[in-house]
């Protein structure tokens, strides 16, 4: 087939529509391309909409984005195999103030998304897969489908095909995912009614609550859970380490069936009618593993390039803002007139080292490897702070500095004095 | 000769894969649930693009339903469908299927003053109503010859302005000839579907959607359509309580399989005495039933 585009994007995630959607503003003839039968249909998993990137792209989004609701509280606790102990974070929002953070259904929400870049003249393909690049000499020009005559031409391609990237793979853009680079995550989405909804969380009208967990929960892996409020149902998650569930051999199935028991959660989860399971990797190599970003020819935005930042799970947001990045890229270099050679393109990196992604991830370059390093992080302590707060709170008749001793001693009798102390320095490192 | 001038009209309906009931109140609980081409329309327009690949002509695909219905019409052009309209307006919120098949049968008409209509397709029912009853209607409504829950279309001949075809009924299939213009309704599992090329996906993607509101489709009568124009009362909506029922395990030492399936038999012959009788009455008998009928 003879027709060009200016651009393709492979995938119809939050990146790919977020550069889709500013390539066509800026006036290119963009083909989009989606694998699933519609945007978000193969991304189906509950989470957290971050105002800020979204809004750059479209401003008023708040008025037609199918968002769930905004959050007003977020908690963060630290289980052990049957308490937790935690904070708890509410601020209403103001009414001089937008809402900065919402619960959306991906589903749902991507597919909205995409719906905006077509209005703005992107054209997405949907059901059909990318298989590889098409290349002259190093130059990529263009992508061959699954389809029939299935091969098209564009001066730049942008891959935006998540997190397994086959295609960055195949090319040798990017070098094969490590397990100790991925986590997998396991989600469940239960159904309830508003009002039981509102009841459990306290919570009125689009109020909603986020509730991130570690601790003894991931059985000495690395991860962390979570438990978000939509309109009518939970997303109740747990994601750890590929290489920790590889060694542990523990089924994140049989993970998540335990968070779903432990009492903390038990009583918020009851009575739900479970609507799907799903599991999905995520990128947490951070900064180190983020690949060569682009080449002759080519770009790479959001999971596919390994943006995500673990410790905040920031995931789309940096999708979005990648992709939004890659495209004022491109659409500068067209402007005065360059090519889009390797050497032009690494303006891309340049951008990105500037802007809030690549700080943060560089800012907790290290975390993963101290709590690799550090496994009683998540398991020993949990379980000692639970057991001081058991302590301090019950009132048996034993004195209180007694029990402060007994605290004390607890934490002395697993770890050091200058064992506890090299931890904390550790911490404050691995997340200043 | 030309070709068939064709209509498929289809719909867009949740994923019932992925519906699910309210606990207590027995509604249908939408959220969340992705739409998708009514399935059994999938047939419907496999039938109709079969044809244009035999004798050319033109296809017209026809959905009523709110805006995002697009996505429908967008799938079926991407299957090859030359021409793709949406019949959308408010005044059609709340129609049964009495009022859908006045609005359709009425926006059929429509195309017919573009050009004639040899055959309009629908499938078979929908997986959301589950009715059956919109072909007919519409049929009834146009004075065409129905033909439902047809498996294959044999002839189709433009000369003589006839076509004849299989339909299955409970007793077999009866071969029926009719002329044209007549309004097919496919049964399920008659072909398997196609997969476009890239060039054609390309197309589908470019191409625009007319979107017809009462007016543009012919309807001036508003007692005929939306809520005014459906008699039909839905006086309860419940779950079904789920079977008690539970299967049951036969077990059985190996080398007596023959002990182990009259045990089978014994089991089916006393919860279902009727169907084992049929089985048995039926043996060797010749099965299907031919009927030509014009
Ligand atoms: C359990 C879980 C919870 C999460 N929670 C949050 C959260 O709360 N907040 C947050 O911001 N982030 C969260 N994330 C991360 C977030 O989901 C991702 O960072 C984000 O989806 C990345 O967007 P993307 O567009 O790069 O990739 P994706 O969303 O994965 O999109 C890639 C798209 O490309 C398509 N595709 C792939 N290959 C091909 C091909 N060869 N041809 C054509 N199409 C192809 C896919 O079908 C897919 O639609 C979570 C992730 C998981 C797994």
Same mark, same amino acid.
Request: some cysteine; proline content about 4%; aromatic content about 6%.
């Given at each position: 087939?003879?027709?060009?585009?200016?651009?393709?994007?492979?995938?119809?995630?939050?990146?790919?529509?977020?550069?889709?959607? /500013?390539?066509?503003?800026?006036?290119?003839?963009?083909?989009?391309?989606?694998?699933?039968?519609?945007?978000?249909?193969?991304?189906?998993?509950?989470?957290?909409?971050?105002?800020?990137?979204?809004?750059?792209?479209?401003?008023?989004?708040?008025?037609?984005?199918?968002?769930?609701?905004?959050?007003?509280?977020?908690?963060?606790?630290?289980?052990?195999?049957?308490?937790?102990?935690?904070? /708890?974070?509410?601020?209403?929002?103001?009414?001089?103030?937008?809402?900065?953070?919402?619960?959306?259904?991906?589903?749902?929400?991507?597919?909205?998304?995409?719906?905006?870049?077509?209005?703005?003249?992107?054209?997405?393909?949907?059901?059909? /897969?990318?298989?590889?690049?098409?290349?002259?000499?190093?130059?990529?020009?263009?992508?061959?489908?699954?389809?029939?005559?299935?091969?098209?031409?564009?001066?730049?391609?942008?891959?935006?095909?998540?997190?397994?990237?086959?295609?960055?793979?195949?090319?040798?853009?990017?070098?094969?995912?490590?397990?100790?680079?991925?986590?997998?995550?396991?989600?469940?989405?239960?159904?309830?009614?508003?009002?039981?909804?509102?009841?459990?969380?306290?919570?009125?009208?689009?109020?909603?609550?986020?509730?991130?967990?570690?601790?003894?929960?991931?059985?000495?892996?690395?991860? /962390?859970?979570?438990?978000?409020?939509?309109?009518?149902?939970?997303?109740?998650?747990?994601?750890?380490?590929?290489?920790?569930?590889?060694?542990?051999?523990?089924?994140?199935?049989?993970?998540?069936?335990?968070?779903?028991?432990?009492?903390?959660?038990?009583?918020?989860?009851?009575?739900?009618?479970?609507?799907?399971?799903?599991?999905?990797?995520?990128?947490?190599?951070?900064?180190?593993?983020?690949?060569?970003?682009?080449?002759?020819?080519?770009?790479?935005?959001?999971?596919?390039?390994?943006?995500?930042?673990?410790?905040?799970?920031?995931?789309?947001?940096?999708?979005?803002?990648?992709?939004?990045?890659?495209?004022?890229?491109?659409?500068?270099?067209?402007?005065?007139?360059?090519?889009?050679?390797?050497?032009?393109?690494?303006?891309?990196?340049?951008?990105?080292?500037?802007?809030?992604?690549?700080?943060?991830?560089?800012?907790?370059?290290?975390?993963?490897?101290?709590?690799?390093?550090?496994?009683?992080?998540?398991?020993?302590?949990?379980?000692?702070?639970?057991?001081?707060?058991?302590?301090?709170?019950?009132?048996?008749?034993?004195?209180?500095?007694?029990?402060?001793?007994?605290?004390?001693?607890?934490?002395?009798?697993?770890?050091?004095?200058?064992?506890?102390?090299?931890?904390?320095?550790?911490?404050?490192?691995?997340?200043? | 000769?030309?070709?068939?001038?064709?209509?498929?009209?289809?719909?867009?309906?949740?994923?019932?894969?992925?519906?699910?009931?309210?606990?207590?109140?027995?509604?249908?609980?939408?959220?969340?649930?992705?739409?998708?081409?009514?399935?059994?329309?999938?047939?419907?327009?496999?039938?109709?693009?079969?044809?244009?690949?035999?004798?050319?002509?033109?296809?017209?695909?026809?959905?009523?339903?709110?805006?995002?219905?697009?996505?429908?019409?967008?799938?079926?052009?991407?299957?090859?469908?030359?021409?793709?309209?949406?019949?959308?307006?408010?005044?059609?919120?709340?129609?049964?299927?009495?009022?859908?098949?006045?609005?359709?049968?009425?926006?059929?008409?429509?195309?017919?003053?573009?050009?004639?209509?040899?055959?309009?397709?629908?499938?078979?029912?929908?997986?959301?109503?589950?009715?059956?009853?919109?072909?007919?209607?519409?049929?009834?409504?146009?004075?065409?010859?129905?033909?439902?829950?047809?498996?294959?279309?044999?002839?189709?001949?433009?000369?003589?302005?006839?076509?004849?075809?299989?339909?299955?009924?409970?007793?077999?299939?009866?071969?029926?000839?009719?002329?044209?213009?007549?309004?097919?309704?496919?049964?399920?599992?008659?072909?398997?579907?196609?997969?476009?090329?890239?060039?054609?996906?390309?197309?589908?993607?470019?191409?625009?959607?007319?979107?017809?509101?009462?007016?543009?489709?012919?309807?001036?009568?508003?007692?005929?359509?939306?809520?005014?124009?459906?008699?039909?009362?839905?006086?309860?909506?419940?779950?079904?309580?789920?079977?008690?029922?539970?299967?049951?395990?036969?077990?059985?030492?190996?080398?007596?399989?023959?002990?182990?399936?009259?045990?089978?038999?014994?089991?089916?012959?006393?919860?279902?005495?009727?169907?084992?009788?049929?089985?048995?009455?039926?043996?060797?008998?010749?099965?299907?039933?031919?009927?030509?009928?014009?």
């Amino acid at each position: 087939m003879n027709e060009r585009f200016d651009a393709i994007v492979v995938g119809a995630g939050p990146a790919g529509t977020a550069t889709a959607l /500013t390539l066509a503003r800026g006036g290119w003839k963009v083909l989009q391309i989606e694998r699933g039968e519609y945007p978000g249909s193969k991304n189906v998993q509950g989470a957290i909409l971050y105002a800020d990137s979204l809004q750059k792209l479209i401003p008023n989004f708040r008025e037609e984005a199918p968002l769930e609701r905004h959050l007003v509280e977020q908690r963060v606790w630290v289980l052990d195999d049957r308490s937790y102990i935690g904070s /708890t974070y509410r601020s209403p929002v103001s009414s001089d103030a937008e809402p900065d953070r919402y619960t959306i259904l991906r589903a749902q929400f991507d597919k909205w998304f995409a719906k905006k870049a077509q209005e703005e003249g992107v054209l997405l393909i949907c059901e059909t /897969t990318v298989l590889d690049l098409l290349r002259e000499g190093e130059r990529v020009v263009g992508v061959r489908t699954d389809r029939e005559q299935g091969e098209v031409y564009a001066d730049v391609v942008i891959l935006a095909d998540g997190v397994n990237s086959v295609l960055a793979r195949k090319a040798g853009i990017r070098p094969e995912l490590k397990a100790g680079e991925v986590a997998l995550g396991v989600k469940e989405l239960l159904f309830y009614s508003q009002e039981s909804l509102e009841d459990r969380f306290g919570i009125q009208g689009d109020e909603g609550v986020a509730i991130e967990m570690v601790g003894k929960i991931t059985r000495g892996m690395v991860g /962390t859970a979570f438990l978000y409020t939509n309109k009518e149902s939970l997303a109740v998650g747990i994601g750890c380490l590929l290489s920790d569930f590889r060694k542990e051999k523990v089924p994140p199935y049989v993970l998540l069936a335990r968070l779903k028991e432990h009492p903390a959660l038990r009583p918020l989860l009851r009575d739900g009618e479970m609507k799907e399971y799903t599991a999905h990797l995520i990128p947490e190599g951070g900064y180190k593993a983020i690949p060569k970003l682009s080449g002759d020819g080519w770009l790479i935005v959001g999971d596919a390039g390994m943006f995500v930042n673990s410790v905040h799970r920031e995931g789309s947001n940096l999708a979005m803002e990648t992709g939004r990045i890659a495209a004022e890229t491109v659409i500068e270099l067209k402007q005065a007139g360059e090519p889009f050679t390797e050497r032009n393109l690494r303006r891309y990196r340049q951008r990105l080292d500037q802007s809030f992604v690549m700080k943060d991830l560089r800012k907790y370059q290290h975390v993963h490897e101290v709590l690799d390093q550090n496994r009683h992080f998540l398991t020993t302590y949990p379980e000692l702070v639970n057991r001081a707060a058991e302590t301090l709170l019950r009132v048996d008749g034993v004195d209180k500095r007694a029990k402060e001793k007994e605290v004390t001693r607890s934490f002395r009798k697993h770890r050091s004095y200058r064992g506890l102390f090299s931890d904390a320095v550790k911490l404050w490192r691995a997340f200043r | 000769m030309r070709g068939p001038n064709i209509v498929v009209c289809v719909k867009q309906v949740p994923d019932s894969a992925q519906i699910r009931v309210h606990p207590v109140t027995g509604t249908i609980m939408r959220q969340g649930v992705p739409a998708v081409l009514n399935p059994y329309d999938l047939f419907a327009l496999e039938e109709a693009l079969q044809i244009k690949d035999r004798l050319g002509g033109r296809i017209v695909a026809l959905c009523m339903g709110p805006p995002q219905a697009e996505a429908a019409l967008r799938k079926a052009l991407s299957l090859g469908v030359d021409d793709a309209v949406l019949v959308s307006d408010r005044a059609f919120a709340g129609s049964d299927t009495l009022a859908t098949s006045f609005a359709l049968a009425s926006a059929i008409r429509q195309v017919g003053q573009e050009q004639p209509v040899d055959l309009v397709f629908t499938g078979k029912q929908t997986i959301d109503g589950d009715t059956g009853q919109v072909g007919p209607g519409v049929a009834k409504r146009l004075g065409m010859q129905l033909l439902s829950y047809v498996c294959r279309i044999p002839i189709l001949d433009m000369d003589s302005q006839s076509i004849v075809v299989h339909r299955w009924t409970e007793k077999g299939v009866q071969v029926l000839k009719s002329k044209l213009p007549c309004l097919i309704t496919v049964l399920e599992g008659t072909s398997e579907g196609r997969f476009a090329s890239l060039p054609e996906m390309i197309r589908a993607a470019r191409q625009p959607i007319r979107v017809w509101n009462r007016q543009a489709a012919g309807i001036e009568d508003l007692s005929k359509i939306g809520l005014k124009g459906s008699p039909t009362v839905v006086g309860k909506v419940f779950a079904p309580s789920r079977r008690a029922e539970r299967a049951e395990c036969i077990e059985w030492e190996q080398d007596q399989a023959e002990k182990a399936v009259s045990l089978l038999w014994e089991k089916i012959r006393a919860r279902q005495p009727e169907l084992v009788e049929k089985l048995s009455g039926d043996n060797g008998g010749e099965n299907g039933q031919e009927r030509v009928s014009e």
